[in-house]
């Protein structure tokens, strides 16, 4: 199965195996995943693609200031660092909750505003998969 990424010039293989979840995606964290550099995408898709066959990459590591089964994969990339955060508790797939570029000013913690975002749109899913 081939999954488009960007204006039809970027593919990745997402090979359906037998215990596969679908790996879903919030529109707008999508949206922001797309703008990060090519390595980027390529790293953290084969991130998502080990967690849709019920592993962990070694890039994620569980998200702290939510429920269990959030999950972030860490990326850096030309000293920029990127996230990933998605969850394993909603339904069937992986869901895909948001997609930033880390610009903390306080070291190695997460801003309380992507914090507080990755939240809401939690809460936001599960009530429309309700």
């Not at 204006?7 to 949206?31: A, C, E, F, H, Q």
């Not at 959030?70 to 869901?95: C, N, P, Q, S, T």
Request: proline content about 3%; glycine content about 8%.
């Amino acid at each position: 199965m081939k999954k488009r990424l960007r204006n039809g010039d970027k593919y990745v293989n997402l090979y359906k195996m037998k215990n596969t979840r679908p790996i879903s995606w919030i529109k707008v964290g999508r949206k922001d995943f797309e703008k990060f550099p090519d390595d980027v995408q390529d790293d953290a898709l084969s991130a998502l693609a080990i967690a849709a066959e019920g592993g962990k990459s070694d890039n994620a590591k569980p998200f702290k200031g939510v429920e269990g089964g959030v999950f972030e994969i860490v990326l850096k990339h030309r000293g920029d660092a990127y996230r990933v955060v998605y969850a394993v508790k909603i339904g069937e797939d992986i869901w895909v909750i948001h997609a930033f570029q880390k610009k903390s000013k306080t070291g190695i913690k997460t801003p309380q505003m992507e914090v507080d975002l990755i939240r809401e749109r939690l809460k936001r899913l599960k009530e429309a998969l309700q």
